[in-house]
């Protein structure tokens, strides 16, 4: 049960880690994507995942399927800023021409490393960002992205790892996008978040460079609130705070999202309307617009990665079942 196979979306090659309790499925080709968490124990889906004739939209928005990586994330002010001396200009890819989601959408991966043992399988991909142009001309500091996904039981884990080529201090800014099902039952699940305050967001969603208090609603994050009439597309700081997202059934079947304290500053939840099907838990490492607001790195997350530097990031998922399942 503990090992990888292959198999195929829309003729692009997929790695399939296989435990007891999940198959998780990833397509390197196609932007490094998780695109699908099968539950075996409960027989159910985890992610929103796209189907094969879903093919065009993924090209267009790959961040609207699975766990697609972001980097940055967010939002940027008209795309553009300068950082170290060096000017930025990141497509304008939004309807008030500012840009959304980063440089990284379905670039090609390569497989570098599979693993398999008694307790697990894992996979490692790699890419360099001086194999696409494209990234090079709005993000000229080369880095090399390496990602190990770890499958153990009913835990995921992601490892990432960067790599600075240049011989210039960058700024670096990474998130995920998990589009985790709630299967229209909103008010069958309950989401636990330890957050700090909240980042209202000006009439282009972008932060308007103030930190407010959570209002009574949010507040509900720290003790469990039940998603029932949510609305989401919030922006979150944790602060001190664990850096953790319970999301649990009323029977008691849920995940645990976590990721390292040192490097995740925020969380963003969207449900893509008033929550119903879907909700996004993202962890951010910086806020959306980091190198344009008014706030010291400490608190926007943004890293500044000096020339040589490898920096390593966590991100762990566990599936939580009712005892009667363990």
């Known amino acids: 049960m503990k090992k990888v196979t292959k198999g195929h979306w829309n003729g692009y090659d997929t790695y399939i880690l296989h435990s007891r309790e999940l198959e998780v499925t990833l397509l390197p080709r196609l932007g490094n ?37 972001l980097i940055p994330p967010g939002r940027i002010r008209k795309g553009h800023f300068n950082y170290g001396g060096q000017d930025y200009q990141f497509d304008q890819n939004t309807a008030n021409d500012n840009h959304i989601h980063g440089l990284h959408r379905t670039q090609a991966w390569c497989v570098s490393d599979i693993e398999e043992d008694d307790d697990g399988c894992a996979i490692t991909t790699e890419f360099t960002t001086t194999d696409d142009p494209n990234w090079v001309r709005q993000y000229p500091v080369p880095l090399k992205l390496e990602v190990t996904f770890r499958l153990q039981g009913a835990s995921l884990k992601q490892t990432f790892k960067i790599t600075s080529l240049g011989d210039k201090p960058a700024p670096f ?18 989401l636990k978040l330890p957050v700090s305050g909240t980042y209202p967001l ?46 649990l059934r009323n029977d008691g079947y849920g995940l645990r999202y976590s990721a390292d304290p040192q490097y995740f500053k925020h969380w963003v939840l969207y449900t893509k309307g ?20 008014p706030f010291p790195t400490e608190e926007t997350g943004l890293i500044d990665l000096q020339p040589g530097q490898v920096v390593e990031l966590n991100v762990n998922l566990e599936i939580i079942y009712p005892s009667a399942e363990a």
């Open 274 to 293: 008033e929550a119903d099907q879907f909700l996004c838990i993202e962890p951010y490492t910086w806020l959306p617009d980091a190198p344009n607001l």
């Open 33 to 69: 994507n998780v695109i699908r968490i099968w539950d075996h124990i409960q027989q159910r889906e985890i992610l929103r995942r796209p189907d094969e004739g879903d093919l065009d939209f993924y090209l267009q928005k790959p961040y609207h399927f699975g766990i697609p990586l």
């Open 173 to 190: 800014g990474l998130g995920l996008h998990t589009w985790f099902l709630i299967d229209s039952i909103p008010e069958q699940w309950t």
């Open 202 to 247: 000006d009439e282009e969603l972008l932060p308007t460079g103030v930190k407010a208090p959570l209002d009574e609603t949010l507040d509900q994050l720290n003790t469990g609130l039940n998603l029932k009439g949510t609305n989401f597309d919030t922006t979150l700081s944790i602060d001190d705070l664990p850096v953790q997202a319970d999301l």
